[in-house]
């Protein structure tokens, strides 16, 4: 088990790099991975495990696109198209 700590959850840079780390980690065969966020005062622990690769790819994908956002200053557009 890898033990990631302290993630600044204001910087969504620092999350995403975490959480990629994390969900590789997973796909090459570890049973669990820890991340600590610490948001002000708060600290909160999240266990992710092989069976919530499913919530990982959800969370590191907002992640990504926070810290494209923030690092572009532009948010990702998504269209629609008919047909």
């Known amino acids: 088990m890898a033990d990631i700590t302290m993630v600044d959850l204001t910087d969504p840079c620092a999350?995403?790099?975490?959480l990629r780390t994390a969900y590789f980690a997973l796909v090459s065969g570890q049973q669990e991975q820890r991340i600590?966020?610490?948001?002000?005062?708060?600290?909160?622990?999240?266990?992710?495990t092989?069976?919530?690769?499913?919530?990982?790819?959800?969370?590191?994908?907002?992640?990504?696109?926070?810290?494209?956002?923030?690092?572009?200053?532009?948010?990702?557009?998504?269209c629609f198209t008919a047909g």
């Open 36 to 48: 600590r966020f610490k948001n002000g005062d708060v600290d909160e622990d999240v266990w992710f």
């Open 50 to 78: 092989p069976t919530k690769l499913d919530l990982l790819r959800t969370e590191l994908s907002r992640q990504e696109s926070l810290c494209a956002a923030k690092t572009t200053g532009r948010t990702q557009r998504f």
């Open 15 to 18: 999350a995403a790099a975490a």
